[in-house]
Structure formats: C-alpha cells, structure tokens
C-alpha cells in the first residue's frame, strides 16, 4: 500500500492526540443537553462546546476578570524572596550559596512566575533548559548525557511545546509519560524568526495544573468558569452598549395635520438628523412636522454581575474584594484574608513546591549544577504571608501603648494583675517575648539605680570639694 505524503506544512496528529481530540469531542457533544437531545442549553446561550487553547489564550490577554483569575493567586504565591535552604546552623551552606547565584543569574523566580501563569492558562506548561551541550539544534533531541553548564531557561505553554512522542516502554519508571516535545516558537535571534526542534524530556520541566486522570495534561484554570466569563462579558458589553444607545434619548418626528412631506424634504430631514447625531449639527429647523423624545431604557446590571463574580470566586476560591482588586484592609474581612492566604499556602505547598521548584532544583542536582544538600535534604522557605505590614505594624504598637499607658497610670490594676500577666493575657504577647520583655525591663531599671548611685556620689564629692575649698579660703 503507498503511503502519501501529507500536504507541506500540515501536521499529522498522533494516535494519542487523535484519540484525546476525540474524546473532547465526544464530551463537548454532551455538554449542554436536556431532554435527551431535544434542547441544546450550550447553543441556545451561544457557549462554546469545544474550547481551545487559543480561546483561553485571548481571554487572559483582553478579559479583565480572565486574567486576574490566573495572576491573583499567582502573584500572591510567589510573593517574596526565593530561598532554598538547609536545616543546621547559621552559616551558609555550599548549596544556598549555589542557588542564590543561580537564581540571580537567571533570574529565575520571574521565570517561574511565567511558567505558572502558561501552565495555568494551558493543559500544561513547560520550562525549556538550555545547555552549552547542543552546538546544533538537531542536538536537542539527543538526552543531557555529561555534567553541562545552564546558559538559559525559557518558559513556555502547552501551544508552543507540544507533546511528540511518549515513553512506550511498559518497564520503564516513565511509562506514559513524555518522550520528546516538538517545540515551535517566535526567535528573533534565529535566521528565520522562529525556531524549531525535538527536544528530549531531560532539558525540560513538565507542570500540570489541576492534575486529575492524566499526568500529562491538566485542566486549563479558565475552563469552569469559561462560561461564566462569556456571560461577564455579554453583561458589561451589553450594558455598555445599552448605555450608549438608551441614554441619549431617540427622536420620533409626527408630521403635523394636513401636512405631505416630499421626497426632497425627506431626504433633507435624514441628512440633518444625521449631522445631528453625529454632533455636526446643535439644532435642527422643523417645519410641518414635530420631533418627540423617546423615553431611554437603561438598568443597572451590577446585580447580575455581582452574581457572576460571586459564581467564580465559589469555584476559584479566590474572595470576591481580593478577585475585584478591592483586597485593601478596610474592604476585605478578615475571614476572607485568612482563608484567602490558607488557600494560598496550601498553592505552595501542593503545586508550585512539588511541581515547579523541586523538579528544577532536584535536575540541577542530577546534572552537577547545584551541589547536593549538606545534610541531604533542603526546604523551600517562603515569605511568611500572615507577616503585618509596616502600617499594621504602628497600629499594633499604638494600640499597645496605649494600653500599656493606662495600666501603669491605675496602680490598683498593678495590684491584681503582674506586668508579665498583662503582657501575656491582655496584650496577647507570646511567652518567649514577654520574658524578653521582663528581662530588658529589670535590666533598664537595674541601669537607673546604678546611674541615680553615681549621680548621688558625685553630688557628694562635689560638696565635700566645695566644703574643704571653703575652709582653706577662710584659714586664709
């Protein structure tokens, strides 16, 4: 049988991308149906029942709400330095002083941030690792095989890196996973703008948002709301439009009794109206005929929005004041914080830890890059996010000191309550700095008495001096 070539420039799907874009198909088909398949709810409300990559693409990149879905947690979880460390001692160990180079070199914090934000948008992302291994672009295919030197690392989404081939092997710990990756993109540094090439799995770094059934591919972060981001839109959209029409009122012209208007003056009319709308013209000249106002319709559509947005923060998990912009103290309760900032350390912990910082850092390890940890194993220390504000923080100490003012003023308050017991019960003070606290106390009082004894000898030194300077000058 002769196999015929596929036209130039048209890719042939693999088995596995075939039957994957057939299964999407097969649940798109579902989706929106009632009554059997007597009422399509998808059609009837114009949502798409096959989304793609591009579609989520755009959202983020001209949808406000869009792309605060995917940057709000993002920024918040990358908040802060990026430490890696070991437990012992205080001094730097090889490692720490190793990934601090690293990462300033390649500025790598920003790198993951971008990866996380093309994973999120996408089915997976994928950070590209550029090696001084591969003088030719052919060589990228080929697996990391000596101790290499990292000149670069490129964030990319699952539209640019795109799965090639899978490890076929039933015996191998990778069965299932991702062989090679054919990655296609816009390079100004190459001869022709853009490159591509097959790159093997070991000088890449495979993420997956919301992992389920397949460890290849994720759920993209706007798919369960993607129809609720359609419906925002056609809300602002349409009550934007609705505005722009209602509010400035139509004009209804009667023609006055006993009055034919011809042809010409028709014409003329349309024409005046026209300018008029268009601001070219400030008044318009009646004659036989009467124009009427017609009464605008406008409604407030904040209602419906409100319940979009209260829809997708449910199933995002992000407060409402936070996903809105509206995250100042003032506005946001302090439930919403708190459970805002649980969901944003449970985010470290689950998936930007195990699936984009420890994969990174452990193949810097295997390939020579970084030094083992000391003490075999490492952390990732991140900022603290219940840490206060400086803001916070001068109010707290106000509110404090004024506390403590009025409990030194009241000494029977001093009689039935210790100072350390009001540290600790009334000011909510941790045991550890209440005796820190007791400690500077009784050593500031300690330094007064000694300097009202030294003050008090050297009065009486200068009155025994004076007094024997008198009598001299009296014998005198």
Not at 132 to 143: A, E, H, I, L, Y
Not at 157 to 181: F, H
Not at 325 to 331: D, K, Q
Not at 351 to 380: C, H, K, N, Q, W
Request: glycine share 6%; with cysteine; net charge negative.
């Amino acid at each position: 049988m002769k196999r015929t070539r596929p036209p130039e420039g048209k890719k042939v799907l693999s088995i596995h991308e075939a039957s994957v874009l057939l299964a999407r198909a097969r649940l798109a088909a579902l989706l929106g149906m009632q009554y059997g398949t007597d009422r399509n709810v998808y059609e009837a409300l114009g949502y798409k029942e096959t989304v793609r990559f591009s579609d989520y693409a755009s959202r983020y990149l001209r949808q406000d709400i869009a792309r605060a879905i995917i940057d709000r947690p993002v920024s918040y979880t990358w908040r802060g330095p990026l430490v890696i460390g070991e437990a012992g001692d205080d001094q730097e160990t090889k490692l720490e002083k190793a990934w601090k180079e690293l990462e300033d070199h390649h500025s790598l914090k920003s790198k993951f941030v971008r990866l996380d934000k093309l994973s999120s948008i996408g089915f997976y992302g994928v950070l590209l690792l550029g090696f001084d291994d591969t003088p030719q672009v052919s060589d990228f295919k080929k697996p990391v095989s000596r101790t290499p030197k990292l000149l670069y690392v490129k964030p990319l989404s699952s539209d640019v890196a795109k799965i090639a081939s899978y490890v076929k092997d039933s015996k191998d710990p990778r069965y299932g996973l991702v062989e090679t990756y054919d990655i296609e993109y816009n390079n100004p540094g190459s001869d022709s703008d853009m490159t591509k090439m097959r790159v093997h799995h070991t000088r890449c770094i495979h993420v997956i948002p919301n992992m389920l059934q397949s460890e290849v591919e994720g759920t993209p972060v706007l798919q369960p709301v993607y129809n609720r981001l359609m419906d925002l839109e056609k809300l602002v959209g349409g009550s934007a439009e609705m505005f722009w029409r209602g509010a400035r009122p139509g004009y209804q012209g009667v023609l006055k009794d006993d009055y034919t208007i011809s042809p010409n003056e028709e014409d003329k009319l349309q024409e005046k109206l026209a300018e008029y709308e268009h601001n070219l013209r400030r008044f318009i000249m009646t004659e036989g005929y009467e124009l009427k106002d017609l009464a605008p319709q406008i409604s407030d559509p904040s209602k419906h929005v409100d319940v979009i947005i209260q829809m997708i923060s449910a199933q995002t998990g992000i407060p409402k004041r936070i996903l809105t912009g509206s995250e100042r103290g003032e506005l946001s309760s302090q439930q919403d914080i708190t459970s805002w900032y649980a969901t944003i350390q449970t985010r470290r912990e689950e998936y930007a830890e195990p699936t984009i910082i420890r994969p990174f850092v452990d193949r810097m390890i295997e390939l020579g890059i970084l030094p083992e940890a000391s003490t075999g194993e490492y952390f990732v220390d991140w900022q603290d996010l219940y840490s206060e504000s400086d803001k916070d923080k001068a109010e707290v100490g106000k509110t404090r000191a004024e506390a403590i003012k009025s409990y030194a003023q009241n000494l029977l308050a001093q009689e039935i309550v210790s100072p350390d017991a009001f540290l600790k019960w009334f000011l909510g003070l941790d045991p550890d700095d209440v005796e820190q606290i007791m400690e500077m106390t009784d050593a500031y009082i300690s330094d007064m008495i000694e300097e009202e004894q030294r003050l008090a000898e050297e009065a009486e030194e200068e009155e025994v001096s004076d007094g024997g300077t008198e009598e001299t000058e009296e014998n005198v």
